[in-house]
């Protein structure tokens, strides 16, 4: 069993930045891969990040490639989502969720933090 909880989202104006987080309980943090996916209004969600259980690899969506950065602190149990140059697009509802299998299915998932971002 793990519980993940969001935090971190806002309203911000584009070109700002937001770090999210994603603090974990439960199972073993350090075992299991985490991922972070965005849903907004009226559209499919969408992958954004992948981070594995050691951190030493990650993955990104290609909209966010090269702004966004995914990281953990298996310390903390903690992952981060640190966004910058962000746009009216990367308007969402942001989760995080866990691969306890790391076969890329994500078993539980966070409440969700919304981000809006103003043009």
């Known amino acids: 069993q793990v519980q993940l909880v969001e935090s971190g989202g806002g309203l911000v104006q584009a070109g700002d930045s937001l770090r999210l987080s994603c603090a974990a309980s439960g199972r073993t943090f350090s075992t299991y891969a985490v991922g972070w996916f965005r849903q907004a209004p009226g559209k499919e969600r969408e992958f954004v990040a992948r981070?594995?259980?050691?951190?030493?690899?990650?993955d990104y969506g290609d909209s966010v490639k090269g702004r966004f950065t995914i990281s953990r602190d298996n310390a903390k149990n903690t992952v981060y989502l640190q966004m910058n140059r962000l746009n009216p697009e990367d308007t969402a509802v942001y989760y995080c969720?866990?691969?306890?299998?790391?076969?890329?299915?994500?078993?539980?998932w966070g409440q969700g933090t919304q981000v809006t971002v103003s043009s």
């Open positions: 969720a866990a691969d306890l299998h790391s076969d890329y299915r994500y078993n539980y």
């Open positions: 981070i594995n259980r050691s951190g030493g690899i990650t």
